[in-house]
């Protein structure tokens, strides 16, 4: 194989990786930092360090992993290096669209009434998240809406599988505490 068609394979296969997974990194920085143009700038940074070092990637089955430490690592030394105190997280319950920050749409079959309880529940749980430790909150975010396995989250945040089984435990016995303590979803 000449080395030109070497390099367009390994282009062909960086790229369809990068758009499989573009968005996933973006949000999960965006989690992260809570800053819409900075995430777009560490997203784009993740990739760019991606590229440089993927032709020594032995296994391209792992590249999620790898990629969101990649922009994991990124991020927190970021966010060191412009001395920002803990991480914060957007909520998980909306998106951004054109940088405005909306609400997801709701079901149109719900009333008025449903959609306002909807809401309440959504923003205790925003706050509890607010006010949850910051590994708690990433391993939630990672499980719960990441849907990455232990074994992918401990490579991830550089912890063990036993790890992160007994982060996830704590991080949803927290998250059930303060729901009964704020009353929710009776």
Not at 16 to 30: A, E, Q, S, T
Request: no cysteine; charged share 40%.
């Amino acid at each position: 194989m000449s080395i030109n068609k070497e390099r367009n394979n390994v282009e062909e296969t960086f790229e369809k990786l990068v758009m499989d997974n573009y968005r996933r990194v973006f949000n999960y920085i965006n989690t992260l930092v809570n800053d819409y143009e900075l995430s777009e700038d560490l997203t784009q940074d993740t990739f760019l360090r991606a590229y440089r070092s993927f032709k020594g990637l032995r296994r391209k089955e792992s590249f999620h992993v790898w990629i969101m430490r990649i922009a994991r690592n990124l991020s927190i030394n970021r966010m060191k290096m412009e001395n920002l105190k803990r991480i914060r997280f957007v909520s998980l319950f909306t998106k951004r669209y054109n940088r405005e920050l909306i609400d997801s749409v709701s079901d149109p079959v719900l009333s008025l009434e449903e959609r306002a309880k909807e809401d309440e529940e959504k923003n205790i749980v925003k706050k509890i998240l607010y006010e949850m430790q910051p590994r708690m909150r990433e391993v939630l975010i990672l499980k719960e809406w990441e849907e990455l396995s232990y074994a992918e989250i401990g490579k991830v945040m550089k912890i063990s599988k036993k790890a992160v089984k007994s982060l996830i435990h704590r991080a949803r016995e927290a998250m059930k505490k303060r729901l009964e303590r704020e009353d929710a979803f009776k």
